[in-house]
């Protein structure tokens, strides 16, 4: 067992024993509001360093660069990290999912009889996607697994049963309500949960576990400097091209070619944008709102701060601790400060900052803001 | 908990009501924004088979229902309760900025 496999080891022996170490991890609130505090000490060596992942511009940048320094400042040095060779689509499907959101288009022009174009939004959290028809000019949208369509983005319609309301005599299956909806209902239902399950489908499908390589690191597509992979499936002689943004390794675009024919392009931009936001198309009743349509809006800050304070009992346990945090949207960064009181009483207890997939923490000891690995992330989370 | 939104989509409480009623429009001041009330119900037991209601106040921004304020009240069976409150501050704010270490 190496060095890094035994720490990990041992970090994890603690998370799951809670017994000693220096830092303790207020635990996070649960329902039954009586997890156990976790306890970790922090890496031997902390690993953190000042390196920052940042692609060359792509006029300077090819496959065999090499690591390279770029001073930014006086006093920081970012670290050019060239592209890997090989990606795997599984893992590029994950980086854009890890998002809260995105906007896509999806055009597949050949054969002429599949043709389609679909643009929409994608949202993480709620779960949901809008997604519009540009040639017939149809929508349809799905938060939180609540659908609805619309026709000439005039009119309406629920698209899941749960929000159909419809007088049914006794003894018909609600499961068969849609028969009794008005024909333009019905019609723009069908459609819209159609496009829902056709967007998702074409969609899940880029993100097999199928290995491209790099075949230029300076790609410039929509005006995005990229990184083009590539694979090839020799039994159809179809070719995909993958464009990840150099700037983040994003994906930007995916093109599919049979031989020099065009198949489909896939576009992807607007990444944590705050215009991301999809809201119910039917008003709400003057008396309810539903919770996903709260948390949707949260989507549409740029940045907040907030703050958290719980006191009291539950049980024979206190649940005292408060917290103050910041976060940003567009770079998916955010940063907290714990106390073991509810009125914020004192220095800080404790502090994380979080960045995309990365986590770090602070005791307030004095130290050095350590990373916390993949796995303790995982239990802390 | 420790990323922003664990509280905000209401991790921890079960089942709670997906539609919230309004019981007071316009009702608070919150960071200067005028907000509506809701409330949302959840029952549920613990490991300890400690039986829990929890009652959320969401105050929000009327015209883009935003979530300004969370209060949340923990009542157990046996008499004993946790109030929680959540708020946001500072929106869009050019000085919300986190670098990573």
């Not at chain 1, 609805?148 to 299956?173: C, F, T, Y």
């Not at chain 2, 009501?17 to 509506?36: H, M, V």
């Amino acid at each position: 067992m190496n060095a890094r496999k035994r720490i990990l080891l041992a970090l994890l022996v603690f998370v799951l024993a809670g017994c000693g170490g220096s830092i303790r991890v207020i635990p996070t609130p649960t329902p039954t509001l009586t997890v156990p505090t976790l306890t970790f000490t922090p890496p031997s060596t902390p690993t953190a360093t000042a390196t920052v992942t940042r692609a060359a511009s792509p006029a300077a940048t090819s496959a065999a660069t090499a690591v390279r320094a770029i001073t930014a400042t006086p006093t920081r040095t970012l670290t050019v990290i060239p592209p890997p060779a090989r990606i795997n689509l599984k893992d590029v499907g994950q980086s854009v999912l890890r998002q809260s959101s995105h906007q896509f288009e999806i055009e597949i022009v050949s054969p002429k009889e599949d043709a389609i174009f679909l643009t929409g939004v994608w949202v993480r959290e709620p779960n949901s996607i809008l997604v519009r028809l540009q040639q017939q000019d149809i929508q349809a949208v799905e938060i939180a697994g609540r659908r609805w369509g619309a026709m000439k983005q005039d009119e309406w319609w629920p698209a899941s049963l749960d929000d159909i309301k419809i007088d049914i005599s006794p003894g018909v299956d609600p499961a068969k309500a849609k028969e009794f909806l008005p024909i333009n209902h019905y019609l723009t239902m069908r459609l819209a949960n159609d496009m829902i399950s056709k967007a998702t489908k074409l969609l899940n499908g880029l993100f097999e576990d199928q290995v491209a390589s790099l075949s230029s690191a300076s790609a410039v597509v929509d005006g995005v400097p990229s990184f083009e992979y590539t694979w090839r499936d020799q039994a159809s002689d179809a070719t995909w091209r993958i464009y990840l943004a150099t700037s983040n390794n994003l994906l930007v675009k995916i093109v599919q070619m049979k031989g020099n024919t065009l198949i489909a392009t896939y576009r992807f931009s607007h990444y944590n944008d705050p215009a991301n936001v999809i809201r119910t198309p039917t008003s709400h009743l003057p008396d309810k709102l539903n919770i996903a349509d709260a948390r949707m809006a949260l989507n549409g800050l740029a940045s907040f701060q907030w703050s958290l304070s719980r006191a009291g009992k539950l049980g024979a346990q206190s649940m005292d601790m408060s917290v103050k945090g910041t976060y940003v949207q567009t770079t998916r960064a955010w940063q907290t400060f714990y106390w073991k009181n509810a009125e914020m009483r004192g220095a800080a207890d404790l502090k994380f900052l979080g960045m995309d997939i990365r986590y770090w923490f602070d005791s307030g000891s004095g130290k050095q803001w350590s990373p916390i690995s993949e796995q303790l992330q995982s239990a802390v989370v | 908990m420790m990323e922003p939104f664990s509280e905000w989509r209401l991790d921890g409480i079960r089942n709670v009501a997906q539609d919230g009623i309004l019981t007071a429009q316009k009702s608070r001041n919150i960071n200067g924004a005028w907000c509506d009330e809701y409330v949302f119900k959840s029952d549920w037991k613990n490991k300890e088979g400690l039986a829990i209601t929890a009652t959320i106040r969401l105050f929000v921004v009327p015209s883009t229902v935003l979530p300004m304020r969370m209060e949340v009240m923990y009542a157990g069976a046996d008499g004993s309760t946790v109030r929680s409150v959540m708020e946001l501050s500072n929106l869009n704010d050019p000085a919300n900025v986190v670098v990573p270490p």
